[in-house]
T-cell receptor, first 114, second 109 residues
Framework: DAGITQSPRHKVTETGTPVTLRCHQT?????MYWYRQDPGHGLRLIHY???????DKGEVSDGYSVSRSKTEDFLLTLESATSSQTSVYFC?????????????FGPGTRLTVL | LAKTTQPISMDSYEGQEVNITCSHN???????ITWYQQFPSQGPRFIIQ???TKVTNEVASLFIPADRKSSTLSLPRVSLSDTAVYYC??????????FGAGTRLTVKP
């Protein structure tokens, strides 16, 4: 399995609280992605990164920000969590981001916003 | 972005062959078709990828007709451990791909 860890694995927080999720990889892959997964929606891309300090928005980026200061770490921040952000968050990595490249997923973080 | 349509759920029995078809009518010339598998409480895992005709690996086969407007994932002789959600993705780059709701396959004894 690809070396991808996510922390924390579970988190319960309150509305209005800032939350940061961390994705760490040991594969030295250039591309990193954050997805959220909700019942009936599959996985939806939030943000992705194509290099250190290089990020772009995905399909559902409102309310989220990201940062990548090192190749191995990609942080997802909810500045002020809302109940609609209760979800399972997955990080993924890929080597080139191209059309034949495989994405490798982390174990996920279950976030509950009360 | 190419939109994909696949059945919401399918049931099968151990030992049977399962075929899951995905429609992608507006696939672009440079798009590849990729399938992922997701078990409960885990992230998705790559199964197979193809551009045209047939691709086979140790896990599955992927059939793509000449017009590429659909594709069929074939799982030979499924077992209980193949119970999972299967996603069909079509896109030019990873950040263009959309997972959708997938097909929930339930394999019964």
């Amino acid at each position: 399995d690809a070396g991808i860890t996510q922390s924390p694995r579970h988190k319960v927080t309150e509305t209005g609280t800032p939350v940061t999720l961390r994705c760490h990889q040991t594969e030295n892959h250039r591309y990193m992605y954050w997805y959220r997964q909700d019942p009936g929606h599959g996985l939806r891309l939030i943000h992705y990164s194509y290099g250190v300090k290089d990020t772009d928005k995905g399909e559902v980026s409102d309310g989220y920000s990201v940062s990548r200061s090192k190749t191995e770490d990609f942080l997802l921040t909810l500045e002020s969590a809302t109940s609609s952000q209760t979800s399972v968050y997955f990080c993924a990595i890929s080597e080139t981001g191209g059309n034949t490249d495989t994405q490798y997923f982390g174990p996920g973080t279950r976030l509950t916003v009360l | 972005l190419a939109k994909t349509t696949q059945p919401i759920s399918m049931d099968s029995y151990e030992g049977q062959e399962v075929n899951i078809t995905c429609s992608h009518n507006n696939i672009a010339t440079n798009d590849y078709i990729t399938w992922y598998q997701q078990f409960p409480s885990q992230g998705p895992r790559f199964i197979i990828q193809g551009y045209k005709t047939k691709v086979t690996n140790e896990v599955a086969s992927l059939f793509i007709p000449a017009d590429r407007k659909s594709s069929t994932l074939s799982l030979p002789r499924v077992s209980l451990s193949d119970t999972a959600v299967y996603y069909c993705l079509v896109g030019g780059n990873n950040n263009d791909m959309r997972f959708g709701a997938g097909t929930r396959l339930t394999v019964k004894p």
